[in-house]
């Protein structure tokens, strides 16, 4: 049982409409790792709470509750891997992405940060009025407001639920592009071992000039200063060829890669569970 690995599934309230797609590839995942020799249990976050014995080798994880990801850093800090590190998966709150991509100097979409209880000066609109904290998880956390009015009343409805801290950000257009990757960056131009990014289907694409090389390269120096060796996310394409990054997540769907990326993904694992370097 030397090999024993956990996988950490995603806590379903953190994937709206995405949950089967979420269980999939953590499980196909856990597939290939057992084809490699790996012992894999899977457990739901709240399972891993309540453990107090019986701790595995390595873990891979998608879960994302503040709670869990505590529970697992003590692991880590006791010399178990963790594939993503759960200091790197608390990095994608919105709010402290934007603070460490900001130190990082790393190209971000601007975004302010506000408290929801204050009305600030919207500037220039429409605006995204964005939850400060986790991802999307229900409605009005990722909210489209083209008047001050629908920006006030976004962030009274976020007070409302709690929610203290929002992000603001200038919409912009073009084409919105998703993009997937494992890894950190060893191919000849530095992008990340395994990467793949296509047009967002739900779009009237305009056809802007597109650079894949500034597109891999902007995602490998996003997902390394955050810590992030599964990972996903989203940009936009402009009409003057440049790339705005929107978003970073940790270990996403990868719906439409799931054989090809779980297989990736269980590679990547086995060499860094090994002892393999990032
Ligand atoms: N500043 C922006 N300009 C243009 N479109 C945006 C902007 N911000 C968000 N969007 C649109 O909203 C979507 C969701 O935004 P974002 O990725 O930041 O939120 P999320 O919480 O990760 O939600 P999801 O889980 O749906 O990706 C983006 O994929 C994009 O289509
Ligand atoms: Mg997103």
């Known amino acids: 049982m030397s090999r024993v690995c956990w996988g950490v599934f995603r806590e379903s309230t953190h994937s709206p409409g995405r949950e089967s797609d979420d269980t999939e590839i953590l499980r196909?995942?856990?597939?290939?790792?057992?084809?490699?020799?790996?012992?894999?249990?899977?457990?739901?976050a709240k399972e891993v709470v309540e453990v107090d014995e019986g701790w595995p080798r390595f873990v891979f994880l998608m879960c994302e509750r503040l709670e869990v990801l505590d529970r697992l850093r003590t692991l880590e800090v006791s010399g178990v891997p963790h594939v993503n590190s759960p200091r790197a998966v608390h990095n994608?709150?919105?709010?402290?992405?934007?603070a460490v991509l900001d130190e990082a100097n790393v190209p971000f979409i601007p975004s302010r940060v506000v408290a929801t209880g204050e009305s600030p000066e919207p500037g220039?609109?429409?605006v995204w009025v964005k939850?400060?904290?986790?991802?999307n998880t229900q409605e009005g956390d990722v909210v489209f407001a083209s008047t001050a009015g629908e920006v006030e009343t976004a962030l009274r409805r976020l007070a409302g639920r709690g929610i203290t801290r929002a992000v603001l950000q200038p919409h912009v257009t073009g084409d919105l592009i998703k993009f997937y990757g494992v890894g950190a960056g060893g191919g000849p131009h530095r992008e990340p071992p395994w990467f793949r990014w296509f047009?967002?289907?739900?779009q009237k694409l305009a056809g802007h000039p597109m650079d894949q090389?500034?597109?891999a390269r902007l995602v490998r120096r996003a997902a390394s200063a955050l810590g992030l060796e599964v990972y996903g996310g989203d940009a936009i394409a402009t009409a003057t060829g440049d790339l705005v990054l929107l978003d970073?997540?940790?270990w996403p769907s990868f719906a439409l890669y799931r054989d090809e990326a779980s297989a990736a993904i269980a590679s990547y694992l086995a060499l860094r569970f090994a002892g393999g370097r990032r």
């Open 28 to 44: 196909l995942t856990g597939k290939h790792l057992e084809a490699k020799g790996f012992h894999v249990e899977l457990k739901t």
């Open 92 to 98: 994608t709150y919105r709010d402290r992405m934007i």
């Open 124 to 126: 220039a609109l429409p």
């Open 131 to 135: 939850r400060g904290d986790v991802h």
């Open 199 to 202: 047009y967002h289907k739900d």
């Open 213 to 215: 090389r500034a597109l």
């Open 248 to 250: 970073v997540n940790a």
